[in-house]
């Protein structure tokens, strides 16, 4: 019993060691993108890739001052933005349907991206997706 509460104690020194390390130091954020949590892992598009042409309007009102009008993260209202928008047609490049999905519903804290859940319908999230894949 004693090594077992011995054992925690270091496990919880070394974490409280890690966190300290790691905090400040920009040199641990690297390019890798954060995993899809689960609750939105796997998700494909329901309506499908037609949807693309409801999503352009979506996206014109909604996404193109900060995101740019072909998704390059040049748009007006983003210019001053740090972070700055990013790049969609490189980021869809790279990513699942259900990452795109989860970040335009939760957006990313601490930055101009706002969770779109709740101002969006969810079908209209679908549909922008599509619309992010005829970006280039
Ligand atoms: C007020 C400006 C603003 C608007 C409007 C906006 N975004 Fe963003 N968006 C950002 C910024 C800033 C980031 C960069 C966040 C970061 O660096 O992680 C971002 C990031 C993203 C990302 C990538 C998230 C990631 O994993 O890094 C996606 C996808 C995205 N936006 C889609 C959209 C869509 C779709 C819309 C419209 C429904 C939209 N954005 C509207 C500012 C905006």
Same mark, same amino acid.
């Given at each position: 019993? =004693? +090594?077992?509460?011995? #054992?925690? @104690? /270091?496990? $919880?020194?070394s #974490? /409280?060691? @890690? $966190? $300290?390390c790691g905090g400040g130091s920009s040199a641990a954020s690297s390019d890798a993108l954060p995993a899809v949590p689960a609750e939105y892992a796997g998700k494909t598009n329901p309506l499908g890739a037609d949807a693309a042409t409801a999503g352009a309007d979506v996206f014109n009102t909604n996404c193109a001052a900060c995101h740019g009008p072909q998704g390059h993260g040049d748009g007006p209202a983003g210019a001053a933005l740090n972070p700055a928008p +990013?790049?969609?047609? &490189?980021? $869809?490049? =790279? /990513? #699942? &349907?259900?990452? @795109?999905?989860w970040r335009i519903n939760t957006g990313v804290e601490g930055t101009g991206m706002v969770a779109w859940k709740g101002i969006l319908t969810d079908d209209q999230i679908w549909e922008v997706v599509a619309f992010i894949h005829t970006l280039k």
């Open positions: 019993m =004693k +090594k077992v509460l011995f #054992g925690m @104690l /270091v496990l $919880a020194l #974490g /409280v060691l @890690l $966190a $300290a +990013k790049n969609l047609p &490189d980021l $869809a490049a =790279k /990513v #699942g &349907d259900d990452y @795109l999905y």
